[in-house]
């Protein structure tokens, strides 16, 4: 059996509104390993944004323990959370949040050379990416010259650029229409189970959660297997 990547342990999450508390998440376990694609699953306001922020160690969960890679998180300081981050974890989200003033190929070098990778190296790996993706001819445009197609698909390439060995994405096509939705969606599996990741995606769309490895959805704050 391929090893852990993610394991979240009784994670409980509540918020306060005024004198009440709302408890958005209850006791949710989950374990991802290598390869793995789960779908995340569930109506709006559920609380699955709120489970990708705490697995991406975004945000801190009121209980329970999060594991990246063997390596537990619950008593990191900010600056072991930015790495774990940096070394670990791809970011993928309903908007593209590109850089409007940069290139394609920019928009993914940047990310590469923050982490450390030489400029040279940062550009090829950057070229690799988009032309996996499709997009070699398009690597000089600027995200305003880009399809919304093209710039989620330059988003994933961004989210993959330093090797990351788990990917959290929320939503990364619900603002696109189905057959772009449909394209950009076969991309990111490809590459996902090429590069071996795990992968924790949040879906509203039952005929893209059905082409990952398994479902769970997550209802009135608990998480239940489909």
């Known amino acids: 059996m391929s090893n852990p990547v993610l394991r979240l342990t009784g994670i409980h999450r509540s918020f306060r509104q005024g004198r009440n508390k709302l408890e958005v998440l209850r006791g949710i376990d989950l374990t991802l390993r290598e390869g793995e694609t789960v779908a995340l699953v569930g109506p709006s306001g559920t609380g699955k944004s709120t489970l990708l922020h705490i697995a991406g160690l975004l945000e801190k969960p009121n209980e329970g323990d999060v594991e990246i890679c063997s390596e537990p998180c619950n008593g990191f300081n900010d600056a072991d959370r930015t790495r774990v981050r940096r070394d670990h ?3 993928v989200y309903q908007y593209h949040h590109l850089l409007p003033e940069f290139t394609a190929l920019e928009n993914i070098v940047i990310p590469q050379i923050i ?3 030489p400029r040279p190296e940062a550009r090829e790996r950057s070229r690799e ?8 001819e398009r690597a000089s445009h600027r995200p305003g010259k880009l399809s919304g197609g093209e710039q989620q698909r330059v988003a994933i390439a961004r989210a993959l650029a330093n090797g990351p060995k788990l990917l959290l994405a929320d939503e990364p096509t619900g603002n696109l229409d189905p057959h772009t939705a ?3 969606f076969s991309v990111l599996l490809k590459l996902t189970k090429g590069a071996g990741l795990a992968a924790l995606i949040a879906t509203h769309n039952p005929e893209l959660a059905g082409r990952m490895d398994r479902t769970v959805r997550l209802d009135e704050g608990v998480l239940i297997e489909e």
């Open 129 to 136: 990416l988009l032309d996996w993706m499709g997009l070699g």
């Open 182 to 184: 449909a394209d950009v």
């Open 115 to 117: 982490s450390g990778r």
């Open 89 to 91: 974890l791809g970011f």
